[in-house]
């Protein structure tokens, strides 16, 4: 295996040792959980987009290729990919970024644009959304490393890295900063005997660091297949000004046609009618519930008789003072919950199983969790 035959793959694009175009590149990550994205204002098939990308990437001949993943990333996005470099004629192999850049001793911190991932040697890695100013979660990081001993620290993006390297130095700590070319020839000389479990492990819960200027929560997150399932295992959907935990295995879409508001749709893998759609509105810092629900009552007025009823102004839900209201579809019954922080009003509908009364306990939590985050 040569450095050639390296792709790495996300957080934010596609690279590889062979020229790829940098909007198919981006746009491939950005749309890896939905159908269709938009390429030189075309729409184009999800897969179709990445076996396209996967051949260019790979080179001219086919064969074996390493695909560098996120740790994190769950295992219907790297089957995704995986499956995509095979009907390009390759023959691929996963690794996560954690994984061949760990040793018995060392923990690595691994940057990415939504969260941060601590990987001790062994067991159960901790993940810090980034959900907060910079200096609270590079402080949830480096309280995280409290115990001492060498550091990797792994930032392709480019953001954080150089400043929580920084921050450990300066307590004394051993800190490596690895860049995407030593990755790639790690990869290259890595081989398949040295298989670890993370390779066909998912990503599972993370952890929560608040809007506040202090951490609100911090939960520990497994990527590891030999740990115990949690139940239920959670993490951070975060969609233009709002973040949110919803189920880790869940699927998520956008949906931007049919009745209703352009929305996130996140529904359960084993049934699509048990889902939560999430949308947003900007509103004037400050705005009261009162208010807002006197907007949200005019706008209700205007859809035709019996879309919308049982309009609450003033309820309370998750111990949490919200407005809410019921949506009847030909297709689909959803409960809404709109609750206000910051500069947003935050929407999320929770659309169950025909037995099973709505909010459940999954949608119960991504409302108690919405805020805005930017």
């Not at 061949?100 to 067991?123: C, K, T």
């Not at 009162?290 to 907007?295: G, K, L, M, S, Y």
């Amino acid at each position: 295996m040569t450095a050639a035959r390296v792709v790495l793959v996300g957080p934010n694009d596609v690279r590889s040792a062979h020229p790829l175009p940098p909007e198919a590149a981006e746009e491939a990550v950005a749309c890896i959980d939905d159908r269709y994205a938009v390429v030189d204002d075309a729409v184009v098939s999800v897969d179709d987009l990445w076996t396209d990308l996967l051949r260019r990437a790979a080179g001219p001949s086919p064969g074996e290729v390493e695909l560098v993943v996120p740790s994190w990333w769950p295992s219907r996005r790297t089957d995704r990919v995986a499956a995509a470099a095979a009907r390009a004629g390759l023959e691929p192999r996963v690794l996560r970024r954690s994984d061949l850049l760990r040793d018995n001793v060392s923990r690595v911190v691994e940057v990415a644009p939504e969260l941060l991932v601590v990987h001790p040697p062994h067991g159960i890695p901790d993940v810090v959304a980034r959900v907060a100013d910079t200096a609270v979660v590079v402080d949830a990081v480096v309280g995280l490393l409290r115990h001492g001993g060498p550091v990797v620290v792994d930032d392709p993006v480019g953001e954080l890295g150089a400043v929580i390297a920084e921050r450990l130095r300066a307590r004394q700590f051993e800190v490596v900063e690895f860049g995407d070319a030593s990755l790639v020839d790690t990869a290259a000389h890595t081989r398949p005997a040295d298989d670890r479990p993370a390779t066909r492990g998912r990503s599972r819960a993370v952890a929560a660091v608040g809007a506040a200027a202090t951490v609100a929560a911090l939960v520990t997150a497994s990527l590891w297949p030999s740990v115990p399932e949690r139940s239920p295992l959670r993490t951070w959907l975060v969609e233009g000004r709002v973040t949110l935990e919803v189920p880790a295995d869940w699927v998520t879409e956008r949906i931007v046609d049919g009745p209703g508001s352009a929305r996130v749709r996140v529904s359960a893998p084993d049934d699509r009618r048990h889902a939560m759609h999430v949308t947003q509105s900007p509103v004037p810092v400050g705005q009261s519930l009162d208010a807002a629900a006197e907007v949200v009552r005019t706008a209700l007025a205007e859809q035709p008789d019996g879309v919308f009823t049982e309009f609450e102004p003033s309820a309370t839900l998750a111990g949490l003072p919200v407005i809410t209201y019921r949506e009847d579809r030909p297709d689909a019954r959803v409960q809404w919950t709109l609750r206000l922080d910051g500069h947003v009003r935050i929407a999320i509908g929770c659309q169950g199983k025909p037995d099973v009364p709505t909010p459940d306990e999954h949608c119960l939590h991504a409302i108690r969790t919405a805020r805005e985050w930017a």
